[in-house]
């Protein structure tokens, strides 16, 4: 992922709407006990520890294998800091990348799948109701190719 040497843009104000609109809409709707309902979903594991641990780690898992197969197959991988780059922001260091992407996606996560998977999957079915917060996954999401350089 390169960025332009002037680049400025950036998507975190994005990262965190959903979970903006997630308290806010849980605050209007349920006042004080809606939000700590929210607030109890963010710490909730209902499988064992260590295979949700598993679930959240599998990305890195994902980014290792292909790493082994492209040096197997002899193609070219990235520089190791070009992975300290994010869109918008200087070269500041993998730990800080990793810490952004951490805390950018749980800020989306808050939104769609903490507040909004369940009431969609309750009128639309558990399938439909996927679905539906899929679309607007993707709705949310389509307008950052069209600003942010990666």
């Given amino acids: 992922?390169?960025?332009?040497?002037?680049?400025?843009?950036?998507?975190?104000?994005?990262?965190?709407?959903?979970?903006?609109?997630?308290?806010?809409?849980?605050?209007?709707?349920?006042g004080r006990h809606g939000i700590v309902a929210l607030a109890r979903r963010l710490v909730l594991v209902s499988r064992p520890f260590v295979r949700f641990l598993s679930y959240a780690l599998s990305p890195l898992v994902f980014?290792?294998?292909?790493l082994l197969v492209a040096i197997a197959g002899r193609s070219p991988v990235p520089a190791v800091g070009d992975f300290a780059r994010y869109s918008g922001r200087p070269l500041v260091g993998l730990p800080v990348i990793v810490m952004l992407v951490v805390a950018g996606a749980f800020g989306e996560e808050i939104g769609w799948r903490g507040f909004a998977l369940?009431?969609?999957?309750?009128?639309?079915?558990?399938?439909?109701?996927?679905?539906?917060?899929?679309?607007?996954?993707?709705?949310?999401?389509?307008?950052?190719?069209f600003i942010v350089e990666t």
Avoid: C, E, K
């Fill in 63 to 66: 980014l290792l294998v292909a």
């Fill in 118 to 145: 369940v009431p969609l999957q309750q009128r639309f079915g558990p399938v439909n109701g996927t679905f539906v917060l899929a679309l607007l996954w993707a709705a949310w999401h389509t307008p950052t190719f």
């Fill in 1 to 30: 992922m390169s960025v332009s040497p002037g680049s400025r843009s950036t998507h975190f104000p994005g990262l965190f709407g959903p979970a903006v609109a997630a308290l806010i809409i849980a605050g209007l709707t349920d």
